[in-house]
Nanobody, 124 residues
């Protein structure tokens, strides 16, 4: 059974850092990403990378503050978020695609599996 399970969300203050994690199990993946959805908004792309590593791609709103990476330990995916802003408040989702595709891969339809989401709230 394929599963993506996020963790690490919480309530922080503006300027703080937070690291989200996603445990991937059940099969191998080629591409992975993080998306987020703020209240009243559509889900939007945050960052993506291929499983093999290499250059990542980021939404302009998080470029320079967030970093996506993968750990070989327990097949975990991470999103390191620094200099958090209140507008980063959202439910964050981990997503994975079976195929290794050329980045940027920003559409929800490009990903085959999704986690349940973890809430990140940034207070001002």
């Amino acid at each position: 059974q394929v599963q993506l399970v996020e963790s690490g969300g919480g309530l922080v203050q503006a300027g703080d850092s937070l690291r989200l994690s996603c445990t991937a199990s059940g099969r191998t993946f080629g591409t992975y990403a993080w998306f987020r959805q703020a209240p009243g908004n559509e889900r939007e792309f945050v960052a993506a990378n291929t499983w093999r590593g290499g250059a990542s791609t980021y939404a302009d709103s998080v470029k320079g503050r967030f970093r996506i990476f993968r750990s070989n330990v327990n097949n975990m995916l991470h999103l390191q978020m620094d200099s958090l802003k209140p507008e980063d408040t959202a439910v964050y989702y981990c997503a994975a695609a079976v195929a290794t595709r050329r980045l940027p891969l920003t559409g929800e339809v490009d990903y085959d599996y999704w986690g349940q989401g973890t809430q990140v709230t940034v207070s001002s």
